[in-house]
């Protein structure tokens, strides 16, 4: 099994910053792209940012220039770096990663983090 643990979640005044952390731990033979999504109060979730093994990225437009999403492959742990932060980013954050389990068998599966709240005060 796989697990991903966040961190770095809070409460931070518009303009400031905040990094989250997303580590996997279990059996992992490799993983493939991670991602950080959000879920605003009474929206559905959105994609904030995926990063492939390879260090491709990609974000949404209403975060772009202001976060910066990374992974150090040896930790198995991908960051999310948010800067400038406003009120429109008050969210659930969650982090999801693209597994491999398997020597043998190639197929790979999507975990999911528990979640963790920011809340940006204005």
């Known amino acids: 099994q796989v697990q991903l643990v966040e961190s770095g979640g809070g409460l931070v005044q518009a303009g400031g910053s905040l990094r989250l952390s997303c580590a996997a731990s279990?059996?992992?033979?490799?993983?493939?792209?991670m991602g950080w999504y959000r879920q605003p109060p009474g929206k559905q979730r959105e994609l904030v940012a995926v990063?492939?093994?390879?260090?491709?990225?990609r974000y949404a437009d209403s975060v772009k220039g202001r976060f910066t999403i990374s992974r150090d492959n040896a930790k198995n742990t991908a960051y999310l770096q948010m800067n400038s932060l406003k009120p429109d980013d008050t969210a659930v954050y969650y982090c999801?990663?693209?597994?491999?389990?398997?020597?043998?068998?190639?197929?790979?599966?999507?975990?999911w983090g528990q979640g963790t709240q920011v809340t940006v005060s204005s």
């Open positions: 990063i492939t093994s390879g260090g491709m990225t």
């Open positions: 999801n990663a693209g597994v491999r389990t398997s020597s043998t068998y190639l197929s790979s599966y999507n975990y």
């Open positions: 279990g059996t992992i033979v490799s993983i493939n792209a």
